[in-house]
Each structure stands twice: as C-alpha cells, then as structure tokens.
C-alpha cells in the first residue's frame, strides 16, 4: 500500500500479531459527530461525558491530551430539516451546530477543539486528500447502482436487514434510489481487517461489540457507494475531486474529520503529533454507528496507507419509556435544559454512575434526582460536610496533625492507596459504573470510620481531662481530611466542578477551613 506523500511518518498500522504499544504520552480522544437537524439530545451527551472523562483521567495521569467533538453539517436530513423550517440550509446548520458547541458549559466538558465539517476550512482540504489516496490505490470506482436507502441512518439497506420493510433505527420505509455513484473496495479488506481485530491493534471493547464487527467481516463485506448525486444531495456537501456532479457521500465526509481536524492534507504538524505518530487514537461511538467505525473507516485508512484508531469504544443507548431516544422520534432529552434544571453534576454522574458498560439505560428525571441526592448530597456531601463541621467544632477550624489515615482506619487508606488502580483498570476496560464505584469506596469508608471512631466522643473525654482523647480526636479529623482530599482528587474527571468544590472546603485558609455549606443541592420532593 502507497504511503501518504504529505509526510515522511504517515504509514500502515503495526504488523498483524504485534499487539504491544508504546509507552502512552499522548492520547488523542475523540467522540462521534451527530447530525445537526436538530437540538442535541441526553443520548449524545453520554457520549460526550465519557468522553470527557476519559480524557481529563489522562491529563490527570500526565498525558498530553486532545479531545475532539463537532458536528456534521453535510448531511441530507440536515437540507430537508432546513427546508421543512424554510430557511437557508447554512443558516439553519449555524444555529443547531452553536447548540452542540453550548454544551461546553451546561456539561463541564473540557474539548480541545470542535471541527464543523461545513464550514471548517480544515475538513474540505483533508476530504479530497483522503478521496485522492484511495483513489490512487485503485479502490474507488464508479458504477450504477439500485438500492434501499435510509435518509435518517444516511445509509443503504438490504433488504433482509430491514425490520418488517422498514429501518430497525428509525422505524420509517427507506426510498428506492437508483444512480450511478462512486464505489469503495471494502471487500478488498476483509481480511487484513479481521487480523487487526483479532490481534488487538484495533482495540474494540466491549467484547461483544468485537464480536459483532468480527461477524460482519466474516458475513462478506460488500463494497459500498461514497458519493451521491448533486441532485439528490441537494447541492450541499463536498463536492468529489474531479467529478463536480457528484457529493462526498456523508459517512465518507464526516468519518474523515477525525485526521482533517489535525489538518491532514495540509501540512499541519498536528496531524503527525496526534494521528501519524505515538500514542493512543481513541474513537467513541455508539453501537448504532459502529459498521461505519470499526469496519468502513479503518478500511479507508487502510486504502490511504494512515494508522488506524487504536481503540473503539461502544457504548449502547439511552431511551426513554424503552424507545431510543431520538430526534427523529420526539423521545430527546434536552441535555442543556436538563443541566440547567438539576445542574451539572447530577446530569454526569447519573450518566457514569447508572449506564451500564453493555446493554440500554432508561432515562427518567426521577431516577436522576434519586441517584444525585443519595450519592451527591446525601452521600458526598454530607461527608465533607460532617468532617469540615467537626473540625470547626473541636479545632476551630484548624486542621489538626494525626498520623495518617492507616493507623486509624486502615480499609479507608486501602480504599485510598487502591482507587487509582482500579479507576485506570475501569476506564481502561470502559467501565464508567466500575471507576466511579471506585470513588465511592472512599465515600463509603469514609463514613465508617466517622462511625468507627465516633470523634464525638473523644470531643467529649478530651474535654473532661482525658488527654488521649484529645490525641484520638486529633488522628481521627486529620484522616478523614486527608480523605475528603483524597476523594476530591479522585472525582475530578469525573464531577470536575463537584470536586473542585470540596477540595476548597478542605484547603485552610490563613490556617482555617472555609465554613461548611452545602455542596450540592437536594433536588427530590420536599428540597428546600
């Protein structure tokens, strides 16, 4: 396979039965790009939480790191959502892409960039220069072609995969579209790509997604159309090199923005920092899309002679009353709105602590608040808030010097000493459930040790002469602090504002503690 002339370091993936990596440094973290006919809904914000976890643990871990969203703009539904509003396709684009972008702040989300494939002047460069590599490696080919296609899923059908005639997403009839278009040598890949998966170059996780793409592989895999007409696509999209009547079909489009986001075909250096050399390439993605991931876009890099993703990451979906939620559907949940009602906080840590590795979460607002009072207010909060109180109580808000956290309780310096571990080896495995229960462990020991020590008492004998006390009350406020700081440290991936928040209610200033106050609301019946 030909090399990528833009740079001397642009090669294939590693050999087939290599499996070993190189020291992680670098870990470039990216989510999938949704279409903008629409608001954005609860089910992409999942996405863009882990997301966002995964990469603010590995700044945490020293990485460097860089986490990319955006959108994608080129779309058909987009064009018909325009014109069902009556107003100019871009216009509409610009407004639901700003909502997408928004998000930022309602979700404490730490993105290093944000590409739009419409108006980005990043992406169309790199496009024609993917196209023209799979081009010259004589994978791209033009022929008539009749089928069944999905504007919703923006894909083909066969038949047989259809659920009762219709899309098993999106439940609507496909059209019959006949034309001639561009074609992509998918099944010349077959094989190359199934000893990636095997071997464990391309890391897809979970297992049964593995499985699944592995399945595919092994069912045959049809070479696929990569363009659509002007006509039919309305004008709007990427126009192929040298065949102006004919679109960049958007699948094709909108995968490529994860190498035209470094500036791939440009001659930006960040496309050999973070694509071409060392380092993790992490692609999240749901498991409605993953044929397009796991299958379609490694056999693109392949035919473009680039390195492939190094990791897949599936999750499953969120629906509402059983249904997916969807756009199209009328079952979305505005992630915005819902942050603004319950705050941040509860909207992630329902999102990381409830949704499952495998299988759909149903989304209720009561279940969020449930969980956010148990955990957050009743179980966090009211931690931190206990120590800081007592502190202020016996020491004047002074904290006091003890001997460690294992002395006087040693499961709760276990919990400590061992949370990274296994919140590296949880995330590792993408497990979001396990990695933030192993936060809670710290919550969890942490109160009971204020029971086991019960520095209530030692207030109580200390003030009554007994000296010891005093020095059992001193050890047993200094390791809960020193816990609550633990913890703070440990949430902030995960809560990045919640822990923020505790570590200054555990920082002394001019040698006191801040006051306690609440940090978290309560948000069930009854919440002041």
């Not at 090399?3 to 050999?15: N, S």
Request: proline fraction near 6%; include cysteine.
């Amino acid at each position: 396979m030909t090399t990528d002339a833009t740079t001397d370091t642009d090669t294939a993936t590693a050999t087939p039965g290599t499996t070993a990596r190189p020291a992680v440094a670098r870990t470039y973290v990216t989510t999938t790009i949704p279409y903008v006919n629409a608001r954005p809904h609860l089910g992409f914000a999942l996405e863009l939480v882990q997301a966002d976890v995964l990469a603010r643990h590995r700044r945490q871990a020293g990485d460097e790191v860089r986490l990319l969203t955006g959108t994608d703009d080129n779309s058909l539904k987009n064009v018909l959502a325009a014109e069902a509003e009556g107003v100019p396709v871009q216009d509409f684009v610009d407004r639901n892409a700003a909502a997408f972008a928004g998000l930022r702040g309602p979700l404490d989300l730490s993105f290093d960039d944000f590409i739009r494939t419409s108006s980005d002047p990043r992406h169309r460069a790199g496009v024609e220069r993917l196209w023209r590599r799979c081009a010259d490696a004589g994978d791209l080919y033009r022929k008539h072609y009749e089928g069944l296609y999905c504007v919703g899923c923006e894909q083909f059908w066969a038949e047989s995969d259809l659920d009762g005639g219709r899309c098993p997403d999106h439940g609507t009839a496909p059209q019959t579209v006949a034309e001639e278009n561009w074609f992509f040598r998918l099944s010349r890949y077959a094989e190359p790509l199934r000893a990636l998966i095997t071997d464990g170059t391309l890391r897809i996780e979970p297992a049964s997604r593995r499985n699944e793409v592995l399945a595919l592989i092994d069912g045959g895999l049809r070479d696929f159309s990569v363009s659509r007409s002007q006509r039919r696509a309305r004008g709007w999209g990427i126009p192929v090199p040298g065949d102006p009547d004919q679109v960049v079909y958007v699948w094709w489009d909108a995968l490529g923005n994860y190498v035209t986001s470094l500036g791939y075909g440009t001659g930006d250096p960040a496309f050999e920092e973070w694509w071409a050399g060392e380092g993790r390439r992490v692609h999240l993605a749901g498991k409605g899309v993953i044929r397009f991931h796991a299958v379609y876009w490694p056999a693109m890099l392949l035919s473009a002679g680039l390195p492939l993703p190094t990791d897949i990451l599936v999750h499953d979906y969120l629906t509402v009353g059983g249904r997916k939620i969807s756009k199209s559907a009328g079952t979305g949940v505005d992630p915005a709105e819902l942050a603004a009602d319950t705050g941040a906080d509860a909207v992630r840590w329902w999102l990381l602590r409830d949704v499952p590795r495998t299988g759909d979460a149903d989304f209720t607002r009561e279940r969020l608040v449930a969980r956010a009072d148990a955990d957050l207010a009743g179980g966090i909060g009211n931690l931190v808030h206990r120590v800081v109180t007592m502190v202020h109580r016996y020491r004047d808000g002074r904290p006091p010097v003890g001997h460690g956290i294992g002395p006087v309780a040693p499961e709760l310096a276990r919990a400590c000493e061992e949370s990274p571990a296994r919140i590296a080896a949880a995330l590792e495995a993408y497990d979001f459930r396990q990695a933030c229960a192993a936060v809670w462990t710290i919550v969890e020991e942490a109160n009971r040790c204020v029971d086991a020590t019960r520095p209530w008492e030692s207030a109580r004998a200390e003030r009554a002469g007994d000296t010891a006390a005093g020095e059992r009350l001193d050890d047993a406020l200094a390791a809960l602090l020193e816990a609550c700081r633990v913890l703070a440290d440990r949430l902030a991936p995960f809560l990045p504002g919640a822990a923020a928040r505790v570590a200054a209610q555990c920082a002394p200033v001019d040698g006191v503690l801040p006051p306690p106050g609440p940090l978290f609301p309560r948000l069930g019946a009854g919440a002041a």
